[in-house]
């Protein structure tokens, strides 16, 4: 069975830097595309970054210049290097993996920024 567990998330100060990292488990064949995904209060979820299997990024234009998204696929671990937070980055981050047709999300991770 698929495991996706998040971790890194925590509160920081508008500026400030936080790294989240993403590890999925249990897959036999090879994974696909990773990414990161956040939800803030009374929001819809949306995409923050993307990678592909040969490390092709994509980001929302949001966070284009503050987010680096990158990942091991040896250790099929996707992780997502945020600079400059500001408080509207607020959010719960989920990772999601795509192994083969099939899409799985961990269980989010809290990121607080405060002003």
């Known amino acids: 069975q698929v495991q996706v567990v998040e971790s890194g998330g925590g509160l920081v100060q508008a500026g400030g830097s936080l790294r989240l990292s993403c590890a999925a488990s249990?897959?036999?064949?090879?994974?696909?595309?990773m990414g990161w995904y956040r939800q803030a209060p009374g929001k819809q979820r949306e995409l923050v970054a993307a990678i592909t299997k040969g490390g092709s990024p994509n980001y929302a234009d949001s966070v284009k210049g503050r987010f680096t998204i990158s990942r091991d696929n040896a250790k099929n671990t996707v992780y997502l290097q945020m600079n400059s937070l500001k408080p509207e980055d607020t959010a719960v981050y989920y990772c999601?993996?795509?192994?083969?047709?099939?899409?799985?999300w961990g269980q989010g991770t809290q990121v607080t920024v405060s002003s």
């Open positions: 249990g897959i036999i064949f090879g994974i696909n595309n």
């Open positions: 999601n993996t795509q192994v083969g047709m099939n899409y799985y």
